[in-house]
């Protein structure tokens, strides 16, 4: 293969806290189960309370924007400030 991924992490401090938030709107409204979200995003239950407790160290942005799609809200931010990149947890009280 001719290609090489380059990887950055970034430190997120709430995403455990707006993550459960989120999904407890969703499921509530949508009548589904922690089980469904799960298997919607390809993840188990154990990794979603690992990524809602922050036991986790690092979480794939792939997920997150999995999350992202199927809750219709967004988690985080990615910000670009000239050659700077972080990543900023949203309030989802603010989205309606």
Do not use: P
């Not at 509530?28 to 160290?57: D, F, H, P």
Request: proline content about 0%; overall charge positive.
């Amino acid at each position: 293969m001719d290609e090489i991924r380059i990887r950055k992490e970034w430190k997120v401090k709430g995403f455990g806290a707006t993550l459960k938030q989120a999904r407890l709107s969703y499921t509530s409204k949508n009548k589904v189960t922690l089980a469904a979200v799960c298997k919607a995003i390809g993840v188990n239950r154990s990794y979603w309370y690992q990524m809602e407790s922050q036991e986790l160290k690092t979480v794939s942005l792939d997920h997150v924007r999995a999350i992202e799609e199927l809750f219709g809200v967004e988690l985080v931010r990615v910000v670009v400030e000239g050659k700077d990149i972080k990543v900023e947890v949203i309030d989802n009280e603010l989205q309606s």
